[in-house]
Nanobody, 120 residues
Framework: VQLQASGGGLVQAGGSLRLSCAAS????????MGWFRQAPGKERELVAG????????YYADSVKGRFTISRDNAKNTVHLQMNSLKPEDTAVYYC??????????????WGQGTQVTVSS
């Protein structure tokens, strides 16, 4: 499956951004989806994951209550709505697909990253 992420940018602290990821090439609903991020000098971390139907989600503690992951299987897309953004959310964000668990950091397919920068 091929993944194309978009929607990053520069935003002030407290603002919002919506990331999107378009999938192609395979049956989208066969995959759990996730959003990861990697800040300079830090390891890549799973920010949010969603199961195949969209009925179950996972969030890292650092983003709970601020970020929302959703998917549209009819449109082969997954989104990450990011509200109340903080400077520490600054990172390159990646969407990813997996045939395994949406809670695991072990994903199989990766899109290119999209930069999110939050200014203080």
């Amino acid at each position: 499956v091929q993944l194309q992420a978009s929607g990053g940018g520069l935003v002030q602290a407290g603002g919002s951004l919506r990331l999107s990821c378009a999938a192609s090439g395979r049956t989208f609903s066969n995959y759990v989806m996730g959003w990861f991020r990697q800040a300079p000098g830090k390891e890549r971390e799973l920010v949010a994951g969603i199961n195949r139907s969209g009925g179950s989600t996972y969030y890292a503690d650092s983003v709970k209550g601020r970020f929302t992951i959703s998917r549209d299987n009819a449109k082969n897309t997954v989104h990450l709505q990011m509200n109340s953004l903080k400077p520490e959310d600054t990172a390159v964000y990646y969407c990813a697909a997996s045939v395994g668990s949406y809670r695991s950091a072990l994903y199989d397919y990766w899109g290119q990253g999209t930069q999110v920068t939050v200014s203080s």
